[in-house]
């Protein structure tokens, strides 16, 4: 986890939310599609982008 530059805190947060879409038969929708590689035999990630907030103009 560490190797991979991630803080491990966060991708066990990312592996229960795989976790879940697993075993709901469901298909991941995330703006952060990396945050799940190799995971791809597993389930659908669904890349989407952030809306801009109100104040972004």
Do not use: C, Q, Y
């Amino acid at each position: 986890m560490i190797s991979a530059g991630r803080k491990p805190r966060r991708r066990v947060a990312d592996l229960m939310i795989a976790a879940i879409a697993v075993a709901e038969d469901l298909p991941l929708f995330t703006t952060n599609p990396d945050d799940f590689k190799g995971l791809d035999d597993l389930l659908t990630v669904v890349p989407v982008t952030r809306p801009k907030a109100p104040h972004e103009g």
